[in-house]
DNA sequence: ATTTTAAATGCGACTGAGTTGCGTTTGTGA
DNA sequence: TCACAAACGCAACTCAGTCGCATTTAAAAT
């Protein structure tokens, strides 16, 4: 059951089991490519404050129970699992068709050299082009 | 003299040459990084429009002047040259310390296996580390 | 040089993402 | 059950970017 999962998760990041956070706690679980503000507000109902929302995508964030990810298209997007999960810096896939967007577990970036004077810390990638689905 | 290129530049895209598109010519054309609007504004002073400014980034970018950037900082960066002048799918370097954003123009060979069903079609990559001049 | 006209500008209003301060409510552990 | 920090709800705000519309202007035609 993932209510448990979802309270584990919160209890040992020392985060309060508040009604929002199980809810969005679900968004995730139960979602397997990365969500939107606005998608979230969906699945949640009119009735979640703005404020409240962002401040607990931080929370959790912070706690390492999601990870934030830019496609390019201007509005931020989460997914569950702490970054280091899915491999240090794992690469996104965007779909042009419905623009969803799925973290790439095992996809792997090579051979990246860079000008003489620059230091490479971390890669990030974003593949576009067409998901599974389309 | 930059004034002829840019001249030449404006003319056969058959865009006007106005003040200010000369103005952000010359920003671009002495700049080796990329820009934000916030950057070109303090470049050309407080008294370019913010609508003018903008219609006229997305006009140079239209005509294959500039690039536009994500740099996953929520702001929006541009830099002089077509996308394609610098390889398709080139890849930006964005400094740790500074901010500051360059075009790699020979940096990338990716190697990227999606899981069946994904079809990519461009891969963009944003390397984060220290800038030579950091 | 003057007229013409489409393109470019300037301004104001607007949207959408995200943040912050502050007073009230609530989860948790003593 | 009580106390207190954490979380919430709300309003106000910033910042990026867009749009409609009336005015100006670059450039081509006369
Ligand atoms: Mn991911
Ligand atoms: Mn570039
Ligand atoms: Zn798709
Ligand atoms: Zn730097």
Redesign the interface.
């Known amino acids: 059951m993932e209510y448990v999962i979802g309270d584990d998760l919160l209890q040992q990041q020392g985060l309060k089991r508040t009604k929002l956070r199980m809810a969005l706690l679900d968004c995730f679980l139960n979602t397997k490519h990365a969500l939107s503000y606005p998608d979230i507000k969906q699945m949640l109902g009119e009735g979640v404050d703005r404020s409240t929302l962002y401040r607990n995508l931080a929370a959790f964030e912070e706690a390492d129970i999601i990870h934030r990810i830019?496609d390019?298209s201007?509005v931020a997007k989460y997914a569950f699992g702490k970054v280091h999960d899915h491999g240090r810096d794992h690469?996104h896939?965007v779909c042009?068709q419905c623009e969803t967007v799925?973290c790439?577990e095992?996809?792997?970036?090579?051979?990246?050299?860079?000008?003489?004077?620059?230091?490479?810390?971390?890669?990030?990638?974003?593949?576009?082009?067409?998901?599974?689905d389309c």
Chains 1, 2 share one sequence.
């Open positions: 830019y390019q201007g690469a896939f042009e799925y790439m095992k996809a792997t970036t090579v051979d990246i050299n860079v000008p003489k004077g620059f230091k490479t810390k971390t890669i990030q990638t974003i593949i576009r082009g067409i998901c599974s």
